[in-house]
């Protein structure tokens, strides 16, 4: 309950900050950036192939967003800030320890796979450090997300073992929710390393959940708040064209509810789950890797590592390759 407490008292410090800065009424505007990023993820660059095995993410940015009616009900809006608006669409495929095995595996993770857009706007204060971002969250978990068809094919491509026990995976269910996160610089040395402080929190029929978390950035690299990480309109006065920089992310979150591992909350006909009692509730993640940034372009591969999940069960690495382009600006 004091992790609960301690992430929304940082998130509400950081609102009430945003609303009272001073700032000239000019810096209140919505970014004229037009971005697109791509993300893959897949476990098999550590020659293993359970829990999370696979995602990908689409994630669009564009000044029309800011039109969206759902803005009304995100946080931040009466912060004195850059906006940014966007969309991003998640898709993610779990299974058990062994694909092989055409059963259930009790006491494993179930197989589970989401497709979910969330709707979000970015409150960015490059002067004070600090960044809110409030989004909405609409999609459906279970066999409609495709991932047996997926998976399967692209076993047969590589050669590699048929996942079997996707007929039990969690069934058809409706994702909703809600989310927050903020960030506010706690250190830095000159312009070469960056500390910043991190809290989010979910509420939802997917997850919900309570984390903070540090990220650290050491390199040549533009000020994290200046953008969102490529050369923009709005941040690149004296910013750097090319940045290298490693960075570096930790966090701890307390679990409330997880779908992938439960079943969605509305339909409780999946074959099989796991009960509450055997969700491990506090879970720590770690995350590092390499970030190259040339003008409007961003390539950033890095690995992650999860403490176990559920109760009897392993922590987990997987790699993910992450690209960011910045292919319009206007205004």
């Known amino acids: 309950m004091r992790y609960w407490l301690s992430t929304l008292l940082l998130i509400l410090t950081l609102i009430r900050t945003g609303r009272a800065q001073k700032m000239p009424p000019d810096s209140s505007v919505v970014s004229p950036d037009h971005l697109i990023a791509y993300s893959f993820a897949n476990d098999a660059f550590f020659r293993t192939d359970y829990y999370f095995t696979q995602g990908m993410s689409l994630n669009v940015v564009l000044p029309a967003l800011a039109k969206s ?54 409150a960015n ?109 709005v941040g690149r006065a004296g910013g750097k064209k090319l940045q290298v920089f490693a960075q570096g992310r930790l966090e701890g979150r307390v679990v409330g509810y997880n779908a992938t591992l439960q079943g969605g909350m509305l339909n409780r006909q999946s074959p099989y789950t796991l009960s509450a009692s055997q969700l491990k509730r506090g879970i720590v993640q770690g995350s ?25 069960g392993r922590a987990h690495r997987w790699v993910q390759f992450d690209f960011w382009g910045l292919f319009r600006r206007s205004g």
């Open 125 to 233: 204060q490059p002067r004070q450090r600090q960044r809110l971002t409030a989004g909405l969250d609409l999609g459906f978990i279970g066999p409609a997300a495709g991932a047996k068809g997926f998976q399967t094919k692209v076993h047969e491509l590589l050669d590699a073992p048929t996942p079997q026990g996707w007929d039990y995976q969690v069934r058809n269910d409706l994702v909703m929710g809600y989310h927050v996160a903020a960030e506010k610089q706690i250190a830095a040395g000159g312009k070469f390393v960056e500390l910043i402080g991190t809290a989010r929190a979910s509420v939802g029929t997917l997850y919900t959940l309570a984390a903070t978390g540090l990220l650290v950035r050491a390199g040549k690299m533009n000020p994290y708040f200046s953008d969102l990480g490529v050369n923009s309109t």
């Open 69 to 122: 009616p759902v803005n009304k009900i995100l946080l931040g809006g009466k912060m004195a800030a850059v906006r940014y608006h966007g969309v991003k669409l998640f898709y993610d495929g779990f299974t058990p320890l062994r694909i092989q095995d055409a059963f259930i595996r009790v006491g494993d993770r179930p197989y589970a796979s989401y497709i979910y857009a969330s709707l979000y706007r970015i």
């Open 288 to 312: 590092g890797g390499l970030v190259l940034t040339y003008g409007r372009v961003r390539f950033e591969p890095s690995a992650t590592w999860v403490s176990p999940e559920l109760r009897g």
